[in-house]
């Protein structure tokens, strides 16, 4: 088994700023790939950042150059930066992974339970 636990959601003004951070623990063997993803109210979940293995990060358009990612692997832990946020930013982000689990030859995607991130105009 294997757990993603988030922390650093919250309520930030415009122009402010929040860290995220999720560690991964249980059955793991390798972490292929961490992130964030966001669901707002009403729309499908979308993709924030992806950091893999070998520090190849991904964003989506909306974020680049506000949100940094960033990851340590011998702690199997991810951290989104999130900086000038705006009121479009507000939505629950989950943290992801990509994993191999001991004794399995296949990749597993895992999720983390959400972190509420809102931002007041």
């Known amino acids: 088994q294997v757990q993603l636990v988030e922390s650093g959601g919250g309520l930030v003004q415009t122009g402010g700023s929040l860290r995220l951070s999720c560690v991964a623990s249980g059955n793991i063997l390798t972490v292929e790939r961490m992130g964030w993803y966001r669901q707002a109210p009403g729309k499908q979940r979308e993709l924030v950042a992806t950091c893999t293995s070998v520090g190849t990060t991904t964003y989506a358009d909306s974020v680049k150059g506000r949100f940094t990612i960033s990851r340590d692997n011998a702690k199997i832990t991810v951290v989104l930066q999130m900086n000038s946020l705006k009121p479009e930013d507000t939505a629950v982000y989950y943290c992801?992974?990509?994993?191999?689990?001991?004794?399995?030859?296949?990749?597993?995607?895992?999720w983390g339970q959400g972190t509420q991130v809102t931002v007041s105009s």
């Open positions: 992801h992974a990509l994993i191999q689990n001991t004794g399995i030859s296949n990749y597993r995607t895992y």
